[in-house]
């Protein structure tokens, strides 16, 4: 079983702070979620990544597969980023995610 | 995001009752997968599912069973429900590219 860890566990930001999160993980992997879940429950796709970079507005993740790491970066973080925010990994072949327990992210204005 | 929907969205049963809980897509999605969510805990995988009738179980299967006679449901079945299968059960469903899309979750009390 891959073991992801996630940190830090609870992060509080003042509006318009750059913001990292950081996903680490034990077993080599083929592919890494990044995952939203706002309060109320609703749990969006944000990322997957198996190699590299991508951005999408003021969210970027980057993974380094040899050091089984990845980060999510929010640039200008503003109160509706106020989430938690998922990390999961899928091994090789296999069909199973495994997932972090989340990063609670508040923003305060 | 793909069309995904659970049913019921809430839920209270006793202890020993049977519960069912449906999870719906309209995506042609190929695999499907029930989690559960507890405090503490990451998302944990109870069942998945990689076509019509081909299911497997994930980490937290006891107690659990799963059916897929159609590609667009995936019904997960509680035969005798405990305590601590009180949680929130998220069902998600996912093509060939591993991404994953969420349904809304159910929340689930067993007395």
């Known amino acids: 079983k891959n073991e992801v860890e996630q940190s830090p566990q609870n992060l509080t930001a003042q509006e318009g702070e750059f913001i990292t999160i950081n996903c680490s993980y034990s077993v080599g992997i083929s592919a890494l979620h990044w995952l939203q879940q706002h309060p109320g429950g609703g749990i969006v796709s944000l990322f997957m990544l198996s190699s590299g970079k991508k951005k999408h507005g003021r969210l970027i993740a980057t993974i380094n597969i040899q050091e089984k790491h990845s980060s999510l970066h929010i640039t200008a973080s503003h109160p509706r980023d106020s989430a938690v925010y998922i990390c999961a990994v899928k091994e090789g072949t296999g069909n199973q995610f495994y997932f972090g327990t989340g990063t609670s992210l508040t923003v305060i204005p | 995001d793909a069309g995904i929907t659970q049913s019921p969205r809430h839920k209270v049963t006793e202890t020993g009752t049977p519960v069912t809980l449906r999870c719906h897509q309209t995506?042609?999605?190929?695999?499907m997968y029930w989690y559960r969510q507890d405090p503490g805990h990451g998302l944990r995988l109870i069942h998945y599912s990689y076509g019509v009738k081909d299911t497997d179980k994930g980490e937290v299967s006891d107690g659990y069973s799963v059916s897929r006679s159609k590609t667009e449901d995936f019904l997960l079945t509680l035969e005798s429900a405990t305590s601590s299968q009180t949680s929130v059960y998220f069902c998600?469903?996912?093509?060939?590219?591993?991404?994953?899309?969420f349904g809304p979750g159910t929340r689930l009390t067993v007395l």
């Open positions: 998600a469903s996912g093509g060939l590219a591993n991404e994953q899309f």
């Open positions: 995506e042609n999605h190929r695999y």
